[in-house]
């Protein structure tokens, strides 16, 4: 009994025991755009119901948070290990939706042989374009018609606009961007192709990727939108700085994807950056919120959470999909980013499943939106 006491109530106050609405996030954003949340392998089994119930009823779109990236897909040269992201593939097709590969070429969670020959040094550009094209022409190839848009580089470019100094970019110049897109093009002519990026509100980054964009349209090569992580907080961005990136991409050609939205509401170490290298030591005073958000953090959370969410409704000409970074607060990565150990409230579902107020709030302003616009057609 003392086992399953805890999960008794936390079945009784759970989100589960509530009736079943409508609408959902996802019915009453249907004609703005996807909304989708990033999946880990452990919620696509089903097992975890409350999870299921969340994803199927409020998200059309998913994105893997992890088992597509590189380090996994490929640990070793030629073995490629495909059972997550087969069964995450098949989960999107099951719940008919929108389904995001992520990601392609990035510096991050990349298995240690990708720059290197068997004696450890650094191979040459010819090798590594090899090792580029049969990555990607593999990965795209086997979801090809299935997975309807790729994050193909991701965080190339650094807040000053200058190329990140990775190894690509080492070995290969500014021409592996261009190299991948082509890459992934070939592979599924069909497929939507994205460049994702952090910190995409600085104005050296913005005026380097509207650059991007330009020029791999200019040269004939496909790129469908710009992904806009959106790893935010409570101090930054403010809404004026991010709006003026969507517009500038916008205006560069593309579409605007907000790929990995989740705003803290922990104090932040430097406020700016979602670089996962920088992982800060923990600090107590940075870890306030152990027991609970208190109601006034709590209320000015869901406030700025809605003003992102209204901004992202008036450019929906322009975006096509919001992704949160996660399905609830329990297992987002921001407990871990930066500052490990932490207990955070990033998502727009709390530790029990439940909907923020924001959820309800949105639902219930787009429903009214929506009824007028109907009657207004009539
Ligand atoms: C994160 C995942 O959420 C974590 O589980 C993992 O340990 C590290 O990567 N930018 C990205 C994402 O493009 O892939 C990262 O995801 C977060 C930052």
């Not at 330009?214 to 469908?224: H, N, P, Q, T, V």
């Not at 909907?355 to 109907?374: D, G, W, Y």
């Amino acid at each position: 009994m003392k086992r399953i006491l805890p999960i008794l109530i936390l079945l009784l106050s759970s989100c589960a025991s509530q009736k079943h609405y409508e609408p959902t996030l996802k019915s009453a954003l249907a004609d703005k755009f996807y909304i989708g949340t990033a999946l880990s392998p452990w919620q696509l089994t089903g097992r975890d119901s409350l999870a299921h119930d969340v994803i199927t009823r409020h998200f059309n779109a998913i994105v893997p948070e992890n088992c597509m990236k590189s380090m996994y897909l490929q640990p070793r040269e030629g073995e490629f290990r495909f059972r997550d992201a087969d069964a995450f593939v098949r989960f999107g097709e099951e719940h008919d939706m929108f389904v995001t590969g992520h990601c392609l070429i990035w510096h991050s969670q990349l298995p240690d042989w990708f720059f290197v020959d068997e004696a450890g040094r650094d191979v040459s550009p010819e090798v590594l374009r090899q090792r580029m094209r049969s990555h990607i022409t593999t990965v795209v190839g086997r979801y090809k018609g299935r997975i309807k848009g790729w994050d193909v580089v991701n965080e190339a470019i650094m807040e000053d606009g200058s190329y990140r100094k990775s190894k690509f970019y080492e070995i290969l110049g500014e021409e592996f961007i261009p190299l991948a897109f082509q890459y992934a093009h070939e592979a599924d002519p069909e497929v939507e192709l994205y460049y994702n990026d952090y910190n995409m509100y600085f104005p050296g980054k913005r005026e380097a990727v509207c650059r991007l964009v330009r020029e791999l349209k200019a040269r004939g090569l496909r790129i469908d939108a710009v992904g806009m992580q959106g790893h935010i907080d409570m101090f930054g961005p403010s809404i004026e700085e991010f709006e003026a990136s969507i517009n500038a991409y916008a205006e560069a050609g593309v579409k605007v994807m907000i790929t990995e939205f989740d705003m803290s509401a922990l104090p932040s170490p430097w406020h700016r950056s979602a670089n996962i290298s920088d992982t800060i030591s923990y600090e107590q005073r940075m870890n306030p919120y152990t027991q609970g958000l208190p109601e006034a953090v709590s209320a000015q959370w869901n406030e700025r959470m809605m003003q992102y969410m209204q901004l992202f409704i008036a450019h929906a000409d322009d975006i096509t999909r919001v992704t949160l970074w996660g399905v609830c607060d329990g297992n987002s990565w921001r407990n871990g980013f930066p500052i490990r150990g932490r207990t955070d409230y990033p998502l727009l579902f709390d530790r029990q499943y439940c909907p923020k107020p924001v959820v309800n709030q949105l639902i219930e302003e787009l429903t009214a939106s929506n009824k007028r616009a109907r009657s207004k057609r009539k």
